[in-house]
């Protein structure tokens, strides 16, 4: 998926304009970045638009513990967006990384979340493992 696609996909599940889809697609991957080890960051980005690559830099291989509501607020602190268009966002975003990546990926990237938030990773109404 390149970087037009991944833009244009967030925009539509999110209902936003792809200014703000881009601004929430950066909160998002950075906030993740935070969560997740060095390592996985590091895979992350090679499978994703270079654009994005940035946002998945990491000097340190800790992943901060978060639990959703403190995710949604980072990212909403992040964007500058309400909290419905940060929990719409950060959403469209997750779902749409999930689909640009692998499966050996997107399992390893489940595996470092806690479930709160993994559940950001499919579209409502659909659970992990549904």
Do not use: C, W
């Not at 060095?38 to 654009?51: F, K, S, V, W, Y």
């Not at 779902?95 to 709160?116: C, G, H, Y």
Request: aromatic share 6%; proline share 3%.
């Amino acid at each position: 998926m390149n970087y037009a696609e991944f833009l244009e996909a967030v925009g539509k599940r999110a209902g936003m304009p792809v200014t703000e889809a881009a601004n929430v697609i950066r909160a998002t991957l950075t906030t993740l970045t935070e969560r997740i080890s060095g390592g996985e960051a590091r895979d992350l980005a090679t499978q994703l638009p270079e654009e994005f690559r940035g946002y998945l830099h990491k000097e340190v291989d800790f992943a901060e513990q978060l639990d959703l509501v403190e995710f949604l607020n980072e990212v909403r602190a992040h964007a500058g967006v309400d909290d419905q268009r940060t929990a719409e966002g950060a959403r469209a975003v997750l779902i749409t990384l999930r689909e640009a990546v692998s499966a050996d990926e997107l399992e390893n990237l489940e595996a470092e979340l806690p479930k709160d938030i993994r559940q950001l990773l499919y579209p409502v109404g659909r659970g992990v493992g549904a």
